[in-house]
């Protein structure tokens, strides 16, 4: 079946940028959880885990390779597209997104729209009164912020946390509820769309490692349909 007409690339065939770029990311910082575990303690780590949020802890416990190439392949033949918020790459001459939709798929992550999804109204003066000593739920918002700044913003440790969504952490449930996918979606790709992919290595903010298992799943599905169409299915 012939493709449709697609977008025009961003590098002519044959002329991509070549795979010797290293990709920097700030994600699953081993300081940061480790000094979370110390805090915690068992059950609080996994009622974390089991929370709406708790897809970073689960992936951080994950052997997860990083391959720099792989994501770079996929950054050097996107397409030339208008969407703000979606990346088209060819992958064996075959269009592969990745929006919001995979990125939902992927983490299971809250992704509801949400209006000022990064200024959200909420009041925190009562809060501040139940601040006065380290009790357990104290404990959980440290672990959430330790998700928020670690995996969501994905910033390097020395760089400041925005305060305007942090804050939501004074109330539990409002924070474990918020779409926090979206959020973290939106961070990835205003990152990943202000890259300069000339640059001998370049850092990317937010839960990069998505990228690279939406990869792996196009990849893998279209293994599947080569492999049913040899057997004839």
Known sequence: MDLPELPP???????????????????????????????????????????????????????????????????????????????????????????????EHLTGLNCDYIKDLENPRCEITEAFYNCDEWSRDDRMRLGYLAIYAGYIEGKKFSSATSASLARLVMDLEKFENYPWGRVAFKVLMDSLKAKDLTQTGYTVHGFIQVVQNNVNNFIRKDLDEIHRYSQGC
């Open 9 to 103: 690339r961003m590098f002519t065939l044959r002329e991509e940028l070549a795979a010797i770029r290293s990709i920097s990311y700030h994600s699953d910082d081993m300081k940061l959880f480790k000094a979370l575990c110390d805090c915690l303690t068992a059950d609080e780590y996994e009622d974390l885990k089991a929370s709406k949020l708790g897809v970073f802890i689960k992936f951080k416990e994950l052997d997860f390779g990083w391959t720099s190439r792989l994501v770079h392949f996929m950054l050097c033949f996107h397409l030339d597209i208008k969407k703000k918020f979606e990346l088209w790459s060819l992958v064996a001459s075959q269009p592969a997104r990745f929006s919001l939709i995979e990125f």
